[in-house]
């Protein structure tokens, strides 16, 4: 069991950037791939990217890619998102979330996480 606690969002205008991060707790942090997902008004919660269990490989939503990087500290329980280059776009609510079971493919579902943040609000300006 994790808890998953997300941090960082912010109001910032078009063209600039965000460092969102997610702490976790009460579960081995390392044994989880992690993904990021964001929700905007009246859309469905859309992938964002993810990362596996001991940060060798990531994965990327066309929509961010080449502007937003996801890493992990270990050591530290925690998981981040740069973003770059934000777009008005880009502006959601962002959830950190736990992979629900090992896999060799990468997550990008929602139903493929088992444990979710309350979110970060991220809002960017025209």
């Known amino acids: 069991q994790v808890q998953l606690v997300e941090s960082g969002g912010g109001l910032v205008q078009a063209g600039g950037s965000l460092r969102l991060s997610c702490a976790a707790s009460?579960?081995?942090?390392?044994?989880?791939?992690m993904g990021w997902f964001r929700q905007a008004p009246g859309k469905e919660r859309e992938f964002v990217a993810t990362i596996t269990t001991n940060g060798g490989r990531t994965y990327y939503a066309d929509s961010v890619k080449g502007r937003f990087t996801i890493s992990r500290a270990n050591a530290k329980n925690t998981v981040y998102l740069q973003m770059a280059s934000l777009k008005p776009e880009d502006t959601a609510i962002y959830y950190c979330?736990?992979?629900?079971?090992?896999?060799?493919?990468?997550?990008?579902?929602?139903?493929?996480?088992?444990?979710w943040g309350q979110g970060t609000q991220v809002t960017v300006s025209s």
């Open positions: 979330a736990a992979g629900l079971r090992p896999s060799y493919r990468v997550l990008t579902l929602v139903n493929q996480y088992g444990y």
């Open positions: 009460g579960g081995t942090f390392s044994s989880y791939d």
